[in-house]
């Protein structure tokens, strides 16, 4: 009896506790009007365009939202074979680095440009984290336009954040390692590697990235980074963890202290110093890579010296905030007055006050210093804490109302909570461990408050299952009211990492439809079927070709020979909206073009064997699209066959020799 | 009478489902149609309406004023254009390569005609009859090559020029 009523109690006392902390299920989460807010009817367009980074992918994908529709992936770090990014002469220089073409990157984060904390729609940066580039895509084209090397570091990952006028993108060092190319043994960490805070400055007009300066921080891992805005703009903060400085088994080791630190730069003082020659150039190598509009084509300039700052030689430039414990996000609310930071092993969430930040710099409210860098007391830069707000809070978005939204690793959920006095408001599952979330313009002054998206990194069980490898998922919830809604999920392309979003009508009037075909300036455009030429010169021989419905000119080619190198530049003369040609050859090792009406783009075909090699219109572009093909005549080396090329009876000539 | 009177609801509804099924798209939000992948089903219209309609076809252009003699800085201009832009599909003889060849364009059609079906391409081969029938003939829709309405009656000029006009 006693035994039983023990065994009872214990039953009843078990199931509480599982109950208390047991997820709502997909179903009880999901109410039944969650379709029509999603549902956007066929030939309606979408409210907003999301940015989503493809993480392991090394691309961008935008995404319709509230429909959760995929609209295009953008190539940025990695060789895309469906429109030949990567692969055509003209593009092979954007994926250039120091280390010759590196066809892939790990892409992390996103920002969208800013005009006084407000998104302006113009460009799109993103970062690579393994080999550390930027890159700045352009949103009347969405076309990579520019990508730098960042030299002085390694895992890049706290990047690419703006300030709020896009004057500077940052990249932030994960990986501590030595400067320059110094031999070092690994177990002088401590003396030898560094973490770097590169500050890219960005043209108003143009938009062209220049690497302005790197301040140069003890060894330490700097995770993520926002920066200020209104009365912090002046300021950029990056989260820090290992300021162990472990280079072994990190996951015991650097979780010994605490405290890591936010990392808090005055860029506008790094700006003087570095205007004052309070800096020190220094030989580094990277690559600045360009696409030219007009000309079609992207070149690759290395570039030789950096500018570093040195916090021992600019005071007042750089402070830590203690910060537990090894921190992830570190946001910035709309008003510019409260960061956030996320410690992902801390089992609470630590809001700091600017204001409070500049007056304990002001009094001088030190409790030590990291490797001569001035560490504020915590209590003097602290606004207050959430208490018990999940666990593993990763990252903070912002809904403008005075709401903070937090990512819960660990348990799996977004918690929201209030600013002003840090109380948990509401909780929702996501499924399953979400990393970043994202509102609309919810890491600038003005969030849209209707939205949020939690890009999770775990999709087991949410979609048909396609054997071990599954998509990752995003999920978008209403947040207009009190109590934040789940309303649907849909599976993403490559990792979803971090995400901007914003509202269409900011990009969607100002796209490029077609270039226009007198302004092609490309060195090997052709201008209309007349000026189709094929050229040989020693054993290269270039290829003046067109396209349009449904022939290519010329569409027979003999006289080239095992051994020469061929380059096809395809020039589309269609000058119609959504009407691009593609070209592919047998046999070529290598990929297709896509090439968009208006444009010339070029494939290189050296042939190792003779035989004829049919080429074809990838493209499925009018009724006659299969017609759209031609034959190459490979003959062996040194036989004696005529260069020759036509289409029809209208252009068959003898080529020049 | 019974019946009679089914037979009139019965054509009620037809009627109600036809106006409802057939309610068309504004015209604007209609995305210009296709890459004649779909053959667009052409309405046909009575052949008075049509021979009223095609002669001057369908766009913003309802009178060309013709030059005497031709424009020679016109034609030089419309020649370039028709080498970059039309050559591909036109020949300047009366063959047809991909789209008909152009002798005797400028006998066949009104300038307004060519003029529209230059500059409003797409809505010319959805609705104008002749462009339709050209279409059926053709199998592959003109492209729009967005010339602007100054290169257009360049390219008209020239034309008139290949027509022999002085
Ligand atoms: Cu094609």
């Given at each position: ?373 001035p560490i504020i007391k915590y209590e003097a830069a602290l606004h207050g804490e959430v208490q018990k707000p999940g666990l593993g809070p990763l990252h903070t978005e912002f809904d403008g109302k005075g709401n903070a ?200 075909f050296s042939p190792d064997k003779q035989g004829i090699y049919p080429f074809y219109c990838t493209d499925f572009c009018s009724a006659l699209h299969q017609e759209m093909s031609g034959y190459l005549r490979v003959s ?22 | ?166």
């Amino acid at each position: 009896m006693k035994r039983l009523s023990l065994m009872l109690g214990l039953a009843v006392a078990t199931t509480a506790a599982m109950q208390s902390c047991k997820m709502k299920t997909a179903a009880t989460a999901v109410q039944g009007d969650a379709a029509s807010k999603t549902y956007v009817a066929p030939g309606k367009y979408d409210e907003i365009y999301n940015f989503v980074s493809g993480g392991f992918n090394g691309q961008v994908s935008v995404y319709g939202l509230p429909s959760g529709r995929l609209l295009k992936v953008i190539p940025v770090f990695a060789v895309n074979p469906e429109n030949g990014y990567g692969y055509s002469e003209e593009t092979k220089a954007m994926l250039n680095t120091t280390n010759g073409l590196i066809p892939w990157d790990d892409q992390h984060h996103l920002d969208l440009s800013q005009t006084n904390g407000e998104q302006d729609g113009r460009w799109l940066f993103a970062n690579a984290n393994n080999t550390p580039r930027v890159a700045r895509i352009d949103l009347t084209t969405f076309k990579t336009m520019e990508i730098l090397q960042i030299p002085n570091s390694a895992g890049n990952h706290s990047s690419p954040f703006i300030t709020e006028n896009t004057e500077y993108v940052v990249a932030g060092t994960r990986f501590s390692v030595p400067l320059g190319s110094e031999d070092v043994p690994i177990s002088s960490f401590k003396d030898n590697f560094h973490s770097t805070a590169s500050f890219i400055s960005v043209d108003k007009n143009s938009g062209k990235m220049d690497l302005a300066f790197q301040i140069v921080l003890p060894g330490m891992n700097l995770d993520l980074s926002h920066a200020g805005k209104g009365p912090s703009h002046d300021w950029f903060f990056f989260s820090s963890y290992n300021t162990e400085q472990a280079y072994t088994l990190l996951e015991v080791n650097a979780s010994q202290k605490d405290k890591d630190y936010i990392v808090a730069v005055n860029w506008k003082k790094a700006e003087e110093y570095a205007k004052a020659g309070k800096g020190k150039k220094v030989p580094a190598t990277y690559a600045h890579n360009t696409y030219d509009e007009h000309k079609q084509t992207a070149t690759s300039e290395i570039k030789n010296e950096v500018l570093l700052l040195d916090p021992k030689d600019c005071p007042d430039m750089v402070y830590m905030i203690p910060c537990p414990k090894s921190p992830h996000g570190c946001d910035i609310d709309p008003s510019g007055e409260y960061i956030v930071g996320s410690g992902k092993l801390a089992a609470l969430i630590p809001v700091f006050s600017f204001s409070k930040m500049t007056k304990a710099i002001a009094g001088k409210q030190f409790e030590g210093d990291f490797k001569g860098i001035p560490i504020i007391k915590y209590e003097a830069a602290l606004h207050g804490e959430v208490q018990k707000p999940g666990l593993g809070p990763l990252h903070t978005e912002f809904d403008g109302k005075g709401n903070a939204y937090t990512s819960m690793f660990l348990s799996s959920e977004v918690v929201k909570w209030s600013l002003k006095d840090l109380q948990v408001l509401d909780r929702v599952p996501t499924y399953y461990s979400v990393g970043h979330l994202m509102i609309p313009g919810g890491d600038t002054r003005k969030p849209g408050g209707k939205y949020l998206v939690a890009y999770n990194k775990i999709t087991k069980d949410r979609f048909l299952p396609t054997g071990p490898e599954l998509a990752q998922s995003a999920q978008l919830y209403d947040i207009s009211g009190d109590k934040m809604q789940l309303i649907l999920d849909f599976p993403t392309f490559g990792e979803p990492h971090y995400a901007q979003a914003c509202q269409a009508s900011l990009i969607k009037d100002k796209q490029v439809k077609y270039y226009d075909i007198n302004k092609n300036g490309h060195d090997y455009v052709t201008m209309g079927e007349k000026k189709a030429n094929v050229v040989r010169k020693g054993n290269r021989v270039d290829i003046y070709m067109t396209a349009i419905r449904s022939h290519l000119v010329p569409d027979n080619i003999e006289g080239v020979f095992v051994g020469d190198e061929v380059y096809f530049h395809v020039t589309n003369l269609e000058q119609d909206w959504d009407i691009p040609h593609g070209f592919a050859i047998k046999n070529n090792p290598n990929a297709e073009l896509l090439i968009m009406p208006g444009e010339t783009v070029t494939l290189k075909f050296s042939p190792d064997k003779q035989g004829i090699y049919p080429f074809y219109c990838t493209d499925f572009c009018s009724a006659l699209h299969q017609e759209m093909s031609g034959y190459l005549r490979v003959s062996p080396k040194g036989a004696n066959v005529p260069l020759k090329f036509g289409t029809g009876e209208t252009v068959t000539s003898v080529a020049a020799k | 009478m019974k019946q009679a009177s089914l037979l009139t609801a019965a054509a009620a509804i037809a009627l109600l489902l036809y106006g409802c099924g057939s309610t068309p798209q504004a015209d604007t939000e209609k995305p210009a149609a296709d890459n004649s992948m779909a053959a667009t089903t052409p309405a046909t219209p009575t052949p008075a309406a049509a021979a009223a309609a095609d002669a001057k076809g369908k766009g913003k252009f309802t009178s060309v004023a013709l030059t005497d003699p031709l424009d020679q800085k016109m034609i030089a201009s419309g020649k370039s254009t028709y080498e970059v832009k039309c050559a591909a599909c036109h020949k300047l003889t009366g063959d047809k390569l991909v789209g008909p060849g152009w002798k005797g364009v400028t006998e066949r059609r009104k300038p307004e005609w060519i003029m529209n079906f230059i500059t409003n391409t797409d809505e010319m081969i959805d609705k104008d009859p002749a462009a339709q029938a050209m279409l059926e003939e053709c199998m592959v829709r003109m492209p729009n090559q967005h010339l602007t309405d100054d290169e257009a009656r360049h390219v008209l000029e020239y034309m008139r020029s290949n027509d022999g006009k002085k």
